[in-house]
């Protein structure tokens, strides 16, 4: 079997779709979107083109080291995000070539389901907890993740701080002691206001406290982590395996949270996983992206021992022929060839657009630029 040809999808509302063609009649589908990033991306998969037509898509590993390591120059979010659409259409190929799933290729599934959880984002109301309630009165998830702090300077009065927590608090007591709430400060606060933070909101017993502050500096990381007993959890902005080896020597973080789309693919975040086994640390990959992101989650989670739950924004119904179906808050291990999936390419192409979402611009009062 041999790759012929890569066709890349800018869809809404701001992934991007990786079709790879082979010879025979077996394609398989990657998702490498970077947001914000995504044309970027699609260019970085023309020049990848180059190397894989012709080659065998069954040889993973080998085309992953020829990508990753093969120009000299590596690593990064756009040169990563390209790699991993590329590695997850490969794993598809082989699963559909083998009519197996990808997790039993990894070694078969270690559960029977795979838990998810949802988000609190205050949208549907315009009120955190009017949400939270309605959300939980559903009874769909047992875990949400909600983003409890706006843009912060680098020290904040008491009021701001008050604010911050009755919001969690105002959460929890509408949650209940059943229900999972993480919080994910999304790297925007300095390392003492995270500190400060996390030592107020550890009485509301939240399931993990992600990135507390930007990642990359492990030093930051482990401080907030020696000051609380909330789990931390980082990851998303990190690639490859050697992204998370000090964040794992150190035991910076209780859980480490690789993004399938970014990380370098379906067999690099479970390499990082079995790193992070070693020192006890749990796994719970970042998706806040399509479906075929998801599908490739999904098969990592069914085949690794120290899982702990799975984000996601959707469950396909925009673009799979056949959706995840979540039921007490989890979905069955996907048992179909491959990813698992049936892309609906009609869909597909109806939600083609120029592919240039733009990340959201905060300021702080002053004028001066704040981060997402
Ligand atoms: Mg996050």
């Not at 988000?119 to 959300?135: F, L, M, S």
């Not at 907030?224 to 990851?235: D, K």
Request: charged fraction near 25%.
């Amino acid at each position: 079997m041999k790759i012929t040809r890569l066709e890349t999808f800018q869809v809404r509302p701001r992934w991007l779709f990786l079709k790879i063609h082979t010879d025979t009649d077996i394609f398989g589908w990657g998702e490498p979107t970077l947001e914000g990033r995504s044309q970027t991306v699609e260019a970085a998969l023309r020049e990848m083109e180059r190397t894989l037509v012709g080659q065998d898509p069954r040889r993973i590993e080998h085309l992953w080291q020829q990508l990753y390591r093969g120009t000299f120059y590596r690593n990064g979010p756009v040169l990563c995000s390209a790699l991993s659409g590329v590695e997850m259409a490969l794993w598809d190929i082989l699963g559909k070539s083998l009519n197996a799933p990808v997790h039993q290729l990894l070694g078969g599934r270690v559960r029977d389901r795979i838990r998810l959880y949802g988000w609190i984002r205050g949208e549907r109301t315009g009120d955190y907890i009017e949400d939270v309630v309605h959300e939980i009165a559903t009874g769909q998830f047992t875990a949400y993740k909600m983003l409890p702090v706006p843009a912060m300077r680098a020290v904040e009065p008491p009021s701001v701080v008050e604010k911050i927590v009755r919001g969690v608090a105002a959460v929890r007591a509408a949650a209940g002691p059943n229900i999972d709430i993480a919080l994910d400060f999304h790297g925007r606060v300095a390392p003492a206001m995270a500190r400060r933070l996390a030592r107020k909101l550890e009485e509301f017993e939240p399931m993990f406290l992600e990135e507390p502050v930007l990642p990359g500096d492990v030093r930051a990381l482990k401080e907030v982590a020696q000051s609380t007993t909330i789990p931390i959890a980082a990851g998303e902005r990190l690639f490859t395996r050697w992204g998370f080896q000090e964040l794992i020597e150190q035991q910076a973080v209780a859980i480490v949270q690789p993004d399938l789309s970014h990380v370098g693919g379906i067999l690099e975040a479970r390499k990082i996983a079995a790193m992070a086994e070693t020192r006890d640390i749990a796994l719970a990959p970042h998706c806040p992206l399509g479906p075929i992101s998801l599908a490739a989650c999904l098969q990592v989670d069914a085949c690794t021992p120290n899982f702990l739950c799975q984000e996601h924004l959707t469950l396909g119904e925009s673009y799979l022929q056949t959706p995840f179906e979540v039921v007490e808050g989890h979905v069955a291990v996907p048992e179909g060839a491959g990813l698992g999936i049936e892309v609906d390419e009609a869909k597909v192409r109806a939600g083609v657009f120029a592919g240039d979402w733009e990340t959201p611009q905060f300021r702080h009062a002053d004028g001066s630029f704040a981060e997402w």
